[in-house]
């Protein structure tokens, strides 16, 4: 699962997608209503991608925890956030069991729980490798007009 630009903002609801950096910030597109908001760089921003969970061995990366859970559901909406906190830690111990009791908290699973299936909604919760397939597609589009550039330049100065 491609966490990479998956960004969670301190005081805003919700997940959002880096769109494009400025030079006092960035913008930002939510996932939940996809408006367009400004960040500047004293917000308090977190990248999806660099958060992990405490575990007796380490940390565990979200994206790895993610995976396990799209694993376990089929790729489908999880248990909601909204459940009982008993509840939701039983869950949560399904997918991670050896996750640290004391320093992950109800609040935490609640917020892991939420973010799957808001990119599960989405349609963002994908296989690593086909993540990495559409990556390269990307790439392939992309230097396919970079090729094509120098031709049309040619164009204009003969003219």
């Known amino acids: 699962m491609n966490l990479e630009k998956i960004l969670a903002i301190s005081g805003k609801p919700g997940l ?3 769109r494009v950096q400025t030079r006092t910030g960035f913008v930002a597109e ?32 979200l994206a790895e925890i993610m995976q396990k859970i799209a ?15 008993a ?7 399904e997918i991670l069991p050896d996750y640290d009791e ?14 799957y299936n808001m990119l599960q909604a989405k349609g963002l919760v ?3 490798t086909s993540a990495a397939a559409v990556a390269e597609e990307v790439e392939v589009t992309e230097e396919t007009p970079a ?5 049309k330049k040619a164009k204009a100065k003969k003219e």
Do not use: C, M
């Not at 509840?87 to 111990?93: E, G, I, P, Q, S």
């Open 16 to 18: 959002y997608v880096l």
């Open 30 to 61: 939510s996932l939940l209503d996809g408006k367009k908001i400004t960040v500047n760089l004293k917000s308090n921003v977190s990248l999806l991608s660099e958060i992990s969970i405490y575990t007796y061995e380490g940390e565990k990366p």
């Open 71 to 85: 694993d376990k559901e089929n790729k489908g909406q999880a248990i909601s956030h909204k459940e009982d906190n």
């Open 87 to 93: 509840v939701l830690l039983a869950y949560f111990k």
């Open 102 to 115: 004391e320093r992950v908290y109800p609040s935490d699973v609640k917020k892991i729980l939420n973010w």
């Open 126 to 128: 994908t296989d690593e």
């Open 147 to 151: 090729v094509e550039a120098p031709a």
